[in-house]
Every structure is written in structure tokens, then in C-alpha cells.
């Protein structure tokens, strides 16, 4: 009974062009960078949670957007799934002064 829920490792298909996709991620996501990040995306109207319209607008950068697409499907689920997590993890603080960006309207 004392057995916590454990997701399965799924291993990564392409791990170098992986690796510079979830770098860029993390680099956008970092404390000095979210905001700026937040504040491009409400000035382009953009839920952050949305993220195949994020990378495909070029926010994440051009060898985030050109790498995504190399990926397989379960790599790139695992990019979305990382990148989602990085977008619960901002903050309260952060995440309250751009209050259009993060609603699900």
C-alpha cells in the first residue's frame, strides 16, 4: 500500500536534437527570462498554454521550432509534456501579473 505511482521512463529516439529543443524550453522558463517571455506572449494574444502555436510564432526560437519537427511522436510528447510543466512551475507572483496569458478562456 505504500507504493507511490511511478510514471514510466520513456526513452528518448533522438536525443541530440531533443536535448536542443528542451534546452531552449529551459532557457525561456528561467527566472531572468520568463517574464520577458510572458510579456511577448500577451502582446501577441497567446495562451501559454498553446504550445504548438508558441513554437510554430517562433517564441521559442527558430531551432526550437525546426528541431520539434524532427522529432517522433513520443519525443515530441515528452517536449509538450515538459514544456507544460515548466508553465505550471512560474511562480505565483510571475504568473499573477500576466493574468491573459495563463486563463482558459
Known amino acids: ?12 529516439e533522438n536525443p541530440m536534437v531533443f536535448e536542443s529543443v528542451k534546452a ?13 517571455f510572458l510579456l511577448r506572449l500577451e502582446k501577441a494574444k497567446l495562451r501559454v498554454r498553446h504550445f ?6 517562433g517564441f521559442l526560437g527558430d531551432p526550437a521550432k525546426s528541431g520539434y519537427a524532427q522529432l517522433g511522436d513520443s ?12 508553465v505550471e512551475q512560474v511562480p505565483q507572483d510571475i ?6 496569458v495563463y486563463a482558459y478562456y
Open 1 to 12: 500500500m505504500g507504493n507511490m505511482f511511478e510514471q514510466a521512463t520513456i526513452p528518448v
Open 24 to 36: 531552449a524550453i529551459e532557457v525561456v522558463f528561467a527566472p531572468p527570462s520568463v517574464g520577458k
Open 52 to 57: 504548438e502555436q508558441i513554437l510554430d510564432r
Open 75 to 86: 519525443d515530441r510528447g515528452q517536449i509538450r509534456e515538459l514544456y507544460l510543466r515548466s
Open 95 to 100: 504568473r499573477g501579473k500576466y493574468l491573459k
